[in-house]
């Protein structure tokens, strides 16, 4: 049961167009939303996290939006550029109050975003 | 320089020949962690470590078991392995707190014949 549905598969964009990638969840103990980039034949490495309490979160050209209500999250990269082709993943963890993570983290399924010049 | 170094790259082995990927993390932190990356199902966690000698399995567990005797080392050992054991293993490390994500090795890939 895949607890983070993530979408598109693969998305093409043109350089300087939006890319925007969707996750879903299920579980609404989750509260730590974190975004990863991954480049070939390397492993993931965080680019931005969002926490529930805000709805939008924005760092450079890349941005988080939130909606609570409808346990969806969306990754917004704007300018996009050919440097970005990479494979974006969606995740989610629980954080307990003390604002430390218990440690699990669940990912989506991945988006494979090619950035045309 | 800070980061998790995992052993080996590669590695191919045969049915049921019990095999252990190293993983060895420089930055002191708390939590380490195993994912397999399989095309079209991301990444899953197999097993996860809030610190020495404290573990808990992750979503793919079955056939894999884990260590944490030292804050540095997470091993992953497969005792018994299968062809559907097959995929790209990540070994992960994190501080403890909000904010921190967790950082990757470069990976293991691994073929059961």
């Known amino acids: 049961q895949q607890q983070v549905k993530q979408s598109p598969q693969s998305l093409i964009v043109q350089k300087g167009g939006i890319s925007i990638i969707n996750c879903a969840y299920e579980n609404t103990a989750f509260d730590y939303f974190p975004w990863y980039q991954q480049f070939p034949g390397k492993g993931p490495a965080l680019l931005i996290a969002i926490r529930p309490d805000v709805s939008e979160k924005k760092e450079g050209r890349f941005t988080i939006s939130f909606n609570k209500s409808a346990k969806q999250f969306s990754l917004h990269i704007m300018d996009s550029q050919p440097g970005d082709s990479a494979t974006y993943f969606c995740a989610a963890s629980v954080m307990n109050a003390g604002g430390t993570s218990y440690g699990k983290l669940t990912f989506g399924q991945g988006t494979i975003l090619t950035v045309h010049p | 320089e800070a980061q998790v170094t995992q052993n080996p790259r590669y590695l191919i082995t045969v049915t049921g020949k019990k095999l252990t990927v190293t993983c060895s993390q420089n930055m002191n932190h708390e939590y380490m962690s195993w994912y397999r990356q399989d095309p079209g199902l991301g990444l899953r966690q197999i097993y996860y470590?809030?610190?020495?000698?404290v573990t808990d399995k992750g979503d793919v567990p079955e056939g894999y078991k884990v260590s944490r005797k030292e804050k540095r080392n997470f091993p992953l050992i497969l005792e018994s392995p299968s062809p559907n054991q097959t995929s790209l293993y990540f070994c992960a490390s994190s501080m403890r707190g909000w904010g921190y994500g967790y950082t990757f090795g470069s990976g293991t890939r691994l073929t059961v014949v």
């Open positions: 470590s809030m610190n020495v000698e």
